[in-house]
């Protein structure tokens, strides 16, 4: 079983930055791939990024992809998004999730514990 929190949403302008926080508690998050997945108004989940167990692999979404920055922390069970470059279009609920596997999908039907979302809004 695994518990995620997310935060460090908020309202930020465009062309800012913002750090997402996702903890984690449960004995299985040392050994789960992680992502980032966001939901905008109106429009359906969609994939942002994933980081495999160890945290060597990472992949990312084309939308997003030299701008944002996936990492985690196994010691303090955490997973990060730095978010630079932000576009009112990343506007949206940002979830973290782990993954059933090692090794990261874009597929939010690989993911099998889901954290409950953090608010980014990029203002123009």
Known sequence: QVQLVESGGGLVQAGGSLRLSCAASGRSFGSAAMGWFRMAPGKEREFVATISWGGSATYYADSVKGRFTISRDNAKNTVYLQMNSLKPEDTAL???????????????????????????????
């Open 94 to 124: 940002y979830f973290c999730a782990a993954h059933k596997g090692s090794f990261g999908t874009s597929q939010s039907s690989d993911y099998n514990y889901w954290g409950q979302g953090t608010q980014v809004t990029v203002s123009s």
